[in-house]
């Protein structure tokens, strides 16, 4: 049976966790909120960066900022509305110091780990190899496509597409209208729609 110390961890709002370490420097509380956290932010830097190396880097400075943050936290929007917001500012810091292209190089380990945290589950045993080929070449496509789109386009359709924030949270993490991640939504649709046509001719 858990003590009292461990029922009061059972099942805390990310807001409340984060009030924790705020309050108290409460290092239990954060270390929950990373292993909730690691790995939808791995994926979010991993799509936006396209560089497995880097990825890896960033997404460690992602906590190591939240820790160092939490004195600003203001529980006023969901925690990963300020999770998120320090993801994005990380990403495009890492962008502007790299000003090239997207590498394409981690894109075809295909079995590394990142890669299948990314698809949401490992390779299906029962399917056959055809079918996984055509799986991971779609996604290597994806992948390529949506690192073509700025750096606007992309992380309104990553944060919407992948990641289920609504245009509201995201428009917080973008310090936008609401109507201007619409209009970005619909405009990375059209471009990848576009490229991933160009790449299966």
């Known amino acids: ?7 009061s961890y059972m099942a805390p709002t ?3 966790l984060m009030l924790k370490v705020k309050d108290d420097g409460d290092g239990r509380a954060f270390e929950l909120l990373v292993q909730r956290h690691r790995k939808p932010i791995l994926n979010f830097v991993y799509r936006f960066l396209c560089d497995q190396e880097v990825a890896e880097d960033v997404s460690q400075e992602v906590f190591l900022r939240l820790w160092a943050s939490a004195g600003t936290y203001l529980p006023i929007a969901r925690f990963t509305t300020f999770l998120y917001t320090i993801a994005r500012n990380l990403c495009l810091n890492a962008l502007a110091k790299s000003r090239n292209a997207p590498s394409m190089q981690s894109l075809d380990e295909t079995d590394t780990e990142i890669d299948r945290q990314m698809q949401g589950k490992t390779a299906d045993p029962s399917g056959s190899p055809e079918r996984e080929v055509i799986g991971k070449e779609t996604e290597r496509m994806i992948m390529e496509a949506t690192g073509k789109l700025s750096p606007e ?3 309104v359709f990553i944060l919407t597409e992948y990641h289920g924030l609504s245009y509201q ?3 917080a993490i973008v310090q936008c209208p609401m109507g201007t991640v619409a209009s970005r939504k619909n405009a990375a649709v059209r471009q990848l729609r576009s490229r991933l046509a160009s790449l299966r001719e």
């Open 153 to 155: 386009h992309r992380l």
């Open 1 to 7: 049976m858990l003590n009292s110390s461990e029922d």
């Open 169 to 171: 949270e995201v428009a």
């Open 14 to 16: 990310d807001e409340e």
